[in-house]
């Protein structure tokens, strides 16, 4: 049975457990005059490129291979959405975006407004961020396993319970970040920058002495550092 659909203060129209075709959105678009509450639905392959859905809200819905492609999206929440790989948000406007506990994994987020978006208990293994707009995004315990992160900016971050494991973060901005647990094991860190970072509590499994000038400035624990000096063969005691 599904779980109940959670209200709010906002007022919303509802559209609930429904499979939805561009044509049936649209419609709901036009003679709707508050934002969207979707519960349950099916969005599986649909282009609903280009449309306008700002502040409307997700709840428990499918998007597998869905285009939101250039679709206007500020301000919306998309809450326990499973069934997301593939999508496509390729230059969406997503700024003020809210993702909770969505599986996202694979998604398109090239050249979209994510600026102030956040992503809490999400899964974006495989996901590409490449050329996004990204002022502000925070992600919290996320996974991010071998997402497209290049140039991507943390700094000052709090990141908590971030698997960048064999992600793509060449060029990224880690100064002054603080990791609370995480994983940066087997990341390309090419040209990454880690001044002033604490990194006393991520895992840094794969990373070789012959890196280590990639965290100059960086907070690292004794127990990291006599893994590096053990990829040299040697023993610390």
Same mark, same amino acid.
């Given at each position: 049975?599904?779980?109940?659909?959670?209200?709010?203060?906002?007022?919303?129209?509802?559209?609930?457990?429904?499979?939805?075709?561009?044509?049936?959105?649209?419609?709901?678009?036009?003679?709707?005059?508050?934002?969207?509450?979707?519960?349950?639905?099916?969005?599986?392959?649909?282009?609903?490129?280009?449309?306008?859905?700002?502040?409307?809200?997700?709840?428990?819905?499918?998007?597998?291979?869905?285009?939101?492609?250039?679709?206007?999206?500020?301000?919306?929440?998309?809450?326990?959405?499973?069934?997301?790989?593939?999508?496509?948000?390729?230059?969406?406007?997503?700024?003020?975006?809210?993702?909770?506990?969505?599986?996202?994994?694979?998604?398109?987020?090239?050249?979209?407004?994510?600026?102030?978006?956040?992503?809490?208990?999400?899964?974006?293994?495989?996901?590409?961020?490449?050329?996004?707009?990204?002022?502000?995004?925070?992600?919290?315990?996320?996974?991010?396993?071998?997402?497209?992160?290049?140039?991507?900016?943390?700094?000052?971050?709090?990141?908590?319970?971030?698997?960048?494991? %064999? =992600?793509?973060?060449? /060029?990224? @901005?880690? &100064?002054?970040?603080?990791?609370? !647990?995480?994983? #940066?094991? +087997? *990341?390309? $860190?090419? %040209? =990454?920058?880690?001044? /002033?970072? @604490?990194? &006393?509590?991520?895992?840094?499994? !794969?990373?070789? #002495?012959? +890196? *280590?000038? $990639?965290?100059?400035?960086?907070?690292?624990?004794?127990?990291?550092?006599?893994?590096?000096?053990? !990829?040299?063969? #040697?023993?610390?005691?």
């Amino acid at each position: 049975m599904n779980d109940p659909v959670e209200t709010s203060p906002q007022q919303f129209h509802l559209v609930e457990s429904e499979t939805l075709t561009r044509d049936e959105v649209e419609r709901f678009i036009v003679n709707t005059k508050v934002p969207l509450h979707f519960a349950d639905c099916d969005f599986e392959g649909a282009d609903l490129s280009r449309l306008e859905l700002r502040g409307a809200l997700f709840e428990r819905c499918t998007f597998s291979g869905t285009s939101f492609f250039a679709a206007a999206l500020s301000h919306t929440t998309w809450r326990r959405c499973r069934r997301g790989g593939g999508a496509d948000f390729t230059s969406a406007d997503l700024v003020d975006a809210t993702f909770e506990s969505s599986d996202l994994n694979n998604a398109k987020w090239g050249r979209a407004r994510l600026a102030s978006a956040s992503f809490r208990g999400c899964k974006l293994t495989g996901a590409n961020f490449e050329d996004c707009s990204a002022l502000g995004l925070s992600f919290t315990d996320t996974l991010l396993i071998g997402a497209h992160l290049r140039r991507m900016s943390f700094r000052k971050a709090n990141l908590v319970e971030l698997n960048f494991s %064999d =992600a793509d973060l060449a /060029g990224c @901005d880690f &100064r002054e970040a603080v990791f609370e !647990g995480g994983s #940066l094991s +087997d *990341a390309n $860190l090419k %040209d =990454a920058r880690f001044d /002033g970072a @604490d990194l &006393r509590t991520v895992d840094l499994n !794969g990373l070789k #002495l012959a +890196d *280590a000038a $990639l965290f100059r400035g960086a907070i690292i624990s004794f127990q990291q550092a006599a893994g590096l000096v053990a !990829g040299l063969g #040697l023993r610390v005691q």
